[in-house]
């Protein structure tokens, strides 16, 4: 996966907004005010995501190129090498789960509003 590709995806999904906060080089997407994914825009070889904590660990103990998240909540957050054996499709499986983690956080009407754009969209599990 390259960042055009990883940037062209997170923007498909409902709501998706794009940020800078941290510095000009790290791209941040967040849905409903909070962050689903990260990742630097030059040195693109990792994306965080969030992830389930007992889910964060199976993937994990399972692929070498998920490692606990960099700079994020250990628990909560896995980095993924976007550059090793990890089809490009697994990649943005787990944005995907990351985005509607998050999704699913929401207050009721604002996950409502989301859920109807990720079904008219065809994202829905």
């Given at each position: 996966m390259?960042?055009?590709?990883?940037?062209?995806?997170?923007?498909?999904l409902p709501f998706t907004e794009e940020t800078t906060p941290f510095d000009e080089t790290t791209l941040v997407y967040k849905v409903g005010g909070k962050i689903?994914?990260?990742a630097d825009m030059v040195d693109f070889r990792w994306v965080n995501v969030k992830c389930?904590?007992?889910r964060a660990?199976?993937?994990r103990e399972r692929y070498a190129e998920i490692t606990p998240g960099f700079h994020m909540n250990k628990?909560?957050?896995?980095s993924v090498r976007v550059d090793?054996?990890?089809p490009d499709?697994?990649?943005?499986t787990m944005i995907r789960d990351s985005y509607l983690l998050i999704v699913y956080?929401?207050?009721?009407?604002?996950?409502e509003e989301i859920l109807s754009a990720i079904e008219a969209s065809g994202l829905a599990r």
């Open positions: 390259d960042v055009i590709t990883y940037r062209d995806y997170c923007l498909s689903y994914t990260l389930e904590p007992a660990l199976e993937l628990m909560h957050w896995n090793g054996d990890l499709s697994f990649i943005r956080s929401l207050p009721r009407m604002r996950r």
